[in-house]
């Protein structure tokens, strides 16, 4: 079992930035794609962002291409987010996943393993 931890999240103006934190324990997650999705108020949980368990590709919604950059350290077991030039549509609460299979999915339900997700609010 894969237990995932997110922090980082907050409130912040827009035009700022942030840096989320997903921190895994059970197992180590080197071998496990990686990905953020972002919930909205009423709205269905997206994919914002992916990197593959080398650390050699990433993917991202075109949403957040640009400003977003995801990132891993597999010696803490770690994956980040950092989200610049946040807009008040990027508000919403984001989650960490993890996914054993061969290829990086943009797709929810491939994911194993969800963290409890960490709030981020952008005010306008």
């Known amino acids: 079992q894969v237990q995932l931890a997110e922090s980082g999240g907050g409130l912040v103006q827009a035009g700022g930035s942030l840096r989320l934190s997903c921190v895994a324990s059970?197992?180590?997650?080197?071998?496990?794609?990686m990905a953020w999705f972002r919930q909205a108020p009423g709205k269905e949980r997206e994919f914002a962002a992916a990197i593959h368990w080398s650390g050699g590709s990433t993917y991202y919604d075109e949403s957040v291409k640009g400003r977003f950059t995801i990132s891993r350290d597999n010696a803490k077991n770690t994956v980040y987010l950092q989200m610049n030039s946040l807009k008040p549509e990027d508000t919403a609460v984001y989650y960490c996943?993890?996914?054993?299979?061969?290829?990086?999915?943009?797709?929810?339900?491939?994911?194993?393993?969800w963290g409890q997700g960490t709030q981020v609010t952008v005010s306008s």
């Open positions: 996943a993890a996914d054993s299979s061969q290829y990086v999915s943009q797709t929810r339900s491939k994911y194993d393993y």
């Open positions: 059970g197992r180590p997650v080197g071998n496990y794609n």
